[in-house]
């Protein structure tokens, strides 16, 4: 069975505060991604990794940074959380590079963070 | 205009009718075309791929219509375990890659 964790999932932190999401896969595919999640806005990308130090920007990578250090592993950090950032967080992986045909991606439980 | 349309819901309908979402791109060059299903406090999950010919799984049909870039899902004798939410995904190339944009999902209910 395909395998995607999530560090925690449930989360509250304070505004100003340094946040670490983490996420890892166990199937060593390529690509990563950190979506979040809304009411009336669905799932918008914030960041997309297709290998080991890589990363690319999506539609709203404001206030939010990311680590690929190992394939495995995909971290999504706030560096200084504000309330605009009270949040699903979900973390998703998808085998093959970034010109495959694989499209199904496959999410972690997700992470419900609220900043105050 | 949105990427991804979807009507929000919820359909609330009884267990045993049939119901149909529709879902609107805007995207003319979408090459791919999936329908996600995401239960209360969970993550999404795909449900099945889009095809132009249409598709089948058991009680559920997925259309795509590439002229007018909308594609649709029935689920035939709803279940009360089809009770979720049915996200619309679509993909292009952008980004140096395969990028999927998600509808804001449609939401079913299925009552007894």
């Known amino acids: 069975d395909v395998k995607v964790t999530q560090s925690s999932r449930y989360l509250v932190k304070r505004t100003g505060e340094k946040v670490f999401l983490e996420c890892v896969q166990d199937?060593?595919?390529?690509?990563m991604f950190w979506y979040r999640q809304d009411p009336g806005l669905g799932l918008r990308l914030i960041y997309f990794?297709?290998?080991?130090?890589?990363?690319e920007k999506g539609d709203i990578p404001e206030g939010y940074s990311v680590s690929r250090e190992k394939k495995e592993r995909f971290s999504l950090i706030l560096e200084s959380a504000s309330t605009n950032q009270t949040s699903m967080y979900l973390c998703?992986?998808?085998?093959?590079?970034?010109?495959?045909?694989?499209?199904?991606?496959?999410f972690g439980p997700g992470t419900r963070l609220t900043v105050l | 205009r949105k990427e991804v349309e979807q009507d929000p819901g919820p359909f609330n309908v009884p267990e045993g009718a049939t119901v149909a979402f529709n879902c609107t791109y805007s995207?003319?060059?979408?090459?791919?075309f999936f329908w996600y299903r995401q239960d209360c406090r969970k993550e999404p999950k795909l449900l099945m791929s889009?095809?132009?010919?249409?598709n089948e799984d058991g009680r559920f049909t997925a259309q795509l219509n590439r002229a007018s870039q909308y594609i649709s899902l029935l689920i035939r004798d709803s279940k009360l375990s089809d009770s979720a939410t049915y996200l619309c995904?679509?993909?292009?190339w952008g980004g140096g890659g395969n990028k999927l944009t998600f509808g804001t999902g449609t939401q079913l209910k299925v009552e007894l």
């Open positions: 990794s297709y290998d080991v130090k890589m990363k």
């Open positions: 889009v095809y132009s010919s249409g």
């Open positions: 199937m060593d595919h390529e690509n």
């Open positions: 998703a992986m998808q085998r093959g590079g970034p010109r495959s045909s694989y499209n199904e991606q496959f």
């Open positions: 995207n003319s060059a979408s090459q791919s």
């Open positions: 995904v679509v993909t292009h």
